[in-house]
């Protein structure tokens, strides 16, 4: 274990480093209201363990340049966070191939998010205690104790390393560990999801001109794939309720953000009075209240319930990380909409797509799912 902190000793542990591909990293930093400081960067070739000072060496862009060389691999424990840390340090636009100790062992076991300790108990059986997880790592100089605490936390990964490659090997899952970490830390956000009329459950008690609202709110929020952040859709029954004919009147409703009034008042209100006066009555078709469950609905929440279980045992991955609920739920609904299971597949993409959709295929063709009708 060496602490880098000065020009010198750095460029004498890039000549060490520079004879390796994979290197085991973690770091540590302090995070406050005002942001995230780096404060130190353990890296390792596989022997020794430097400690680098990111505070007091401001410029580590030649340590980038080769722990970010063509061909690398980092190895890390849960590197969600240390990731973007370590690019702004190198410079660099995006990492070399990552492999998460964490993220691989949740795809090879039941467990998701296990700790560094555990694991290391797990595999290696050694046993380790926390003690300055809690300390103050901008303190200057950095306390013999504190840098060996930090050193452990790369100390074992080439073990680490080492058997779980072994058993990705062996489950043929090398490349679904890489391509599963790329996705953690760069997630990409749901696509939009259309308005419909069945996204408003009391839209069955409006009247002629408020349905016609309505409609038309949606077909407005659809055509500009709005953030429903920015304009909540919730806002939509209680505008087609009232039906405004001013931007102040659309402004006194509390549903209506006031950034929302603001932005888009006046189009709005013309597509409002468009749609009221355009509405007629004789083209009026009721809308039936939607029903608060079925027990076709429980019945699919039940299958997806088992399949999810039953997959990712036979898969020997963690559902929360193979199957996420707020996936699963995505699935069901896909299916709802036509009973087709291709439906709920096609929610499935990239690493997931490729990991789980025969097994899922197969299980369905033991236990059909029930019509969600």
């Not at 770091?27 to 022997?47: D, H, N, Y």
């Not at 058997?163 to 062996?170: R, S, V």
């Not at 009075?273 to 509405?279: F, L, Q, S």
Request: hydrophobic share 45%; proline share 6%; net charge negative.
């Amino acid at each position: 274990m060496q602490l880098i902190d000065d020009a010198r000793g750095l460029d004498e542990a890039i000549e060490d480093l520079s004879t390796g591909k994979t290197f085991f990293i973690d770091t540590e930093f302090e995070s406050t209201k005002a942001g995230t400081t780096l404060c130190l960067i353990q890296v390792s070739a596989g022997r020794e363990i430097y400690l680098v000072d990111a505070l007091r060496l401001r410029d580590l862009t030649s340590l980038g340049d080769v722990v970010a060389a063509r061909r690398a691999t980092w190895v890390l424990h849960a590197g969600v966070q240390d990731v973007p840390l370590l690019c702004r340090a190198f410079d660099l636009e995006s990492p070399p191939d990552i492999f998460d100790t964490q993220i691989a062992w949740g795809l090879m076991s039941a467990e998701a998010s296990v700790s560094l300790a555990y694991l290391q108990y797990k595999l290696l059986k050694l046993r380790s205690m926390k003690t300055h997880q809690a300390d103050d790592w901008k303190r200057r100089p950095l306390p013999r104790a504190q840098q060996a605490y930090a050193a452990s936390d790369v100390e074992h990964l080439p073990e680490l390393y080492d058997q779980l490659m072994d058993q990705a090997e062996a489950l043929d899952r090398v490349d679904v560990i890489f391509d599963a970490t790329d996705d953690a830390l760069d997630p990409q956000p749901d696509p939009p999801t259309p308005l419909n009329l069945d996204s408003f459950r009391n839209a069955w008690q409006l009247d002629t001109p408020s349905q016609a609202v309505l409609r038309a709110l949606i077909e407005w929020f659809n055509e500009r794939q709005l953030d429903p952040k920015a304009v909540p859709s919730k806002a939509f029954l209680a505008i087609a309720s009232r039906v405004p004919r001013s931007v102040s009147d659309l402004s006194r409703i509390k549903a209506v953000p006031h950034r929302v009034a603001k932005l888009h008042g006046q189009e709005l209100v013309a597509l409002i009075k468009r749609a009221a006066a355009d509405a007629d009555g004789r083209d009026f078709v009721e809308i039936e209240p939607s029903a608060y469950a079925t027990f076709g609905e429980v019945r699919a929440d039940g299958w997806f319930a088992m399949m999810r279980a039953e997959v990712c045992a036979e898969l020997q991955v963690a559902p929360e990380l193979a199957l996420p609920g707020r996936l699963t739920r995505l699935m069901r609904r896909g299916y709802q909409q036509r009973n087709r299971l291709g439906d709920a597949l096609e929610m499935l993409s990239g690493w997931r797509a490729d990991l789980l959709s025969k097994t899922i295929e197969r299980f369905a063709e033991r236990v059909p799912p029930p019509s969600a009708v």
